[in-house]
């Protein structure tokens, strides 16, 4: 490089572009600058709001729920219920089958005798029984047995 | 994102970047990679009129950033505030300069300067451009603008420092 040149580089080092034309410039940049979305930085946000909410709802569900039991401690723990526990028996079951009442006279009617069944149909031909005979033991009784008057 | 973070980029994938996301901190560090050199060029080409001409260069990138094809921004920028220059030139042909070069015989000395030697001059010297791409953009060639460049050199030489008597012309007496 000649003295000429270096001379050159060393003078013209002192013109830069003017203040005004770059903030000129810089401020046209700006203006064509795309506008920020603002719908989808909300959408974003209430994207992000619904998925904590979300995380919340399924960590801690007792919390909004209101169904938090109390903790159980040594301290307040009881003893009653482990005796309530040991002292806890099945209830009875009341056996379904009830007694025939008629089982007796069934019994005899089908050995063929109907002295008693005739005379329990009389007993309730002549007064009004509390417990009538069955259907079936009456129509044997029809069948069989006469009317004493 | 910082200016500092695209310092690493070419002006090319700068351009691209900015074209996507429009963002004025990318434009900004292209801006300020070549402002002042398009300064200086443009001053000492059309001195009255290089701050309009730079302002619609820019506008028009910002408007439409270009497609390169290939070529480098660099050049293409030049390329660009070339075409712009030769058509104010050829508008404002007698219009004064604006800037008072009385302080540097250099600068007074490429002033003095034919438009075209001057072109080719400050193309290659000052906006580093090589003298084949200079040759393109003059629609020369190659041969021709590396001729035009060392002339000059020469004849900025001769206007720096006068002219030197050289040993080759001093002429021999004859007894």
């Given at each position: 490089m000649s003295n000429w040149e270096h001379q050159y580089r060393e003078e013209v080092s002192?013109?830069?572009?003017p203040q005004q034309l770059d903030t000129q410039v810089l401020q046209q940049a700006k203006r064509l600058q795309p506008k920020k979305d603002i719908g989808r930085i909300l959408s974003r946000a209430s994207l992000g709001c619904a998925t904590i909410a979300a995380i919340l709802m399924l960590v801690h569900p007792a919390q909004h729920l209101g169904a938090l039991t109390p903790r159980m401690t040594p301290e307040n723990e009881s003893p009653q219920p482990e005796l309530e526990i040991a002292r806890w028996q099945p209830p009875q079951i009341e056996s379904e089958t009830q007694e025939d009442p008629w089982q007796a006279l069934r019994n005899q009617v089908t050995a063929g005798n109907y002295i008693a069944l005739c005379q329990e149909w009389r007993l309730q031909q002549r007064t009004t029984a509390e417990q009538p005979l069955p259907r079936e033991l009456r129509k044997f009784a029809q069948k069989r047995c006469r009317i004493l008057h | 994102m910082s200016r500092k973070a695209f310092q690493h980029l070419t002006d090319e994938a700068l351009l691209d970047h900015y074209k996507e996301t429009r963002k004025t901190v990318v434009f900004h560090q292209l801006y300020t990679r070549h402002k002042d050199a398009l300064y200086r060029y443009s001053i000492q080409m059309a001195p009255a009129s290089s701050a309009k001409i730079l302002q619609e260069l820019w506008q028009k990138i910002l408007e439409n950033p270009p497609q390169l094809h290939g070529r480098l921004f660099r050049n293409w920028l030049f390329i660009q505030i070339n075409k712009a220059l030769r058509e104010q030139q050829a508008l404002n042909e007698h219009k004064s300069t604006?800037?008072?070069?009385?302080?540097?015989a250099v600068l007074v000395a490429i002033q003095k300067l034919p438009s075209l030697q001057r072109n080719i001059l400050l193309l290659h010297m000052?906006?580093?451009?090589s003298l084949a791409t200079v040759a393109d953009i003059e629609q020369i060639s190659l041969k021709k603008c590396r001729e035009y460049y060392h002339r000059a050199k020469e004849q900025i030489e001769t206007l720096v420092y006068g002219v030197q008597p050289k040993p080759w012309q001093v002429e021999v007496i004859e007894e």
């Open positions: 002192a013109f830069t572009s | 604006a800037v008072d070069y009385r302080k540097s000052e906006c580093k451009l």
